[in-house]
Each structure stands twice: as structure tokens, then as C-alpha cells.
């Protein structure tokens, strides 16, 4: 063994996929790249996400409380780097990188119609924002794009590279103590 920075430890744990999260205030709807959130609970749906006030879709989401977290496809990824790397400030987001908003059925903030999943959530927990930067949000709506053919996403390395889902891996037969999740 060798030793590692710890400055960077989340480059051996980054979770996945890459995301873009849609948000909606005083009539200007933004997108941000996000690459770090993580499923907190099955029932209900909850999704936990680290953001901070630097970040202008930040501000409208801790304003309006609700978002949507969009998956893009590898076709989008260079597309969703750019998006991270400008400020929905300075840049129509939607216009620029040619994204097309859908209005969701449950929140303010739109669906992005070229991504493979929407999943419209509330803000339900921000008591270790100040602290953290942590969010807990909660699922009340989702969606997929059935038109999408390639499914893939892909995940960041915390290094300014990106890993692209391969070839999936069936071990549904083990799955045997949480069936209801095959």
C-alpha cells in the first residue's frame, strides 16, 4: 500500500451518476451540474445532494424548495461539464447548450427533455446546510425517456475525468435478502 492524499478521498468514492439539476426562481429556470448526491431512503424517496451558496441554483432552490434532478445520457456529457463551468447569473442555460425545459407535474422547476431520467423533489431537510452544505430532498415525481435508446451515464472522478457505464452485470439471483428490489 501507498499512501493518498487526503485531500483527495472523494476521488476514490465520488458517487455517481453525473446530474443536472434544474431549479426555477422569479421566472428564470437554471441548470447545474452535480456529481454529488446519493439515495438516502427507498419509502419515501429521498436523495441527499452537497451544494452551497456559491452556487446561484443553490440560492433558488433553497428559495422555491424544489427542484428536478435530471440524468443525462454520455451523448450530454461534454455538454453537462460546460453547463457546470458557468453561472446560471451570467448564461440562459437552457438556450445556450440548446437543452429544452418540460414543465413538471408536481414542481416549478422544468423537466429537461433530452436526459434519460427527471426526478421532480421537494426540499425536506436543509438543517446541515449551513454546516455541511448537505440537502435532503425528497422524490414526488419521476420520469424516464423511452425514446433514449443508449442508456448509459456516466460518473465523474472527482479529477476533472469520467468513468461511462459499460456492460451491465446481472446478479439478480443473489439478490435474495431485498427482493423487492429486483
Request: proline content about 8%; overall charge positive; charged content about 20%.
Amino acid at each position: 500500500m501507498k499512501t493518498y492524499p487526503l485531500e483527495k478521498v472523494f476521488e476514490l468514492i465520488e458517487p455517481g451518476p453525473v446530474v443536472l439539476v434544474s431549479t426555477a426562481h422569479k421566472g428564470q429556470a437554471n441548470l447545474m451540474a452535480m456529481s454529488w448526491l446519493m439515495p438516502m431512503e427507498f419509502t419515501p424517496p429521498l436523495i441527499g445532494c452537497v451544494t452551497g451558496p456559491w452556487n446561484f441554483s443553490y440560492r433558488a432552490l433553497r428559495a422555491t424548495r424544489e427542484c428536478v434532478i435530471a440524468v443525462p445520457g454520455v451523448d450530454l456529457a461534454e455538454k453537462t461539464v460546460k453547463i457546470g463551468n458557468c453561472t446560471g447569473a451570467d448564461v440562459d442555460k437552457f438556450k445556450t447548450f440548446r437543452l429544452t425545459p418540460r414543465p413538471a407535474a408536481k414542481v416549478g422547476a422544468p423537466l429537461v427533455a433530452e436526459c434519460l431520467y427527471n426526478v421532480e423533489c421537494r426540499l425536506v431537510d436543509a438543517t446541515l446546510a449551513n454546516k455541511f452544505g448537505f440537502l435532503v430532498l425528497q422524490a414526488v415525481a419521476a420520469w424516464t425517456n423511452p425514446v433514449r435508446r443508449d442508456r448509459r451515464t456516466f460518473h465523474a472522478n472527482g479529477d476533472g475525468t469520467f468513468v461511462v457505464d459499460g456492460r451491465p452485470l446481472n446478479l439478480k439471483q443473489w439478490m435474495t435478502k431485498f427482493p423487492q428490489f429486483v
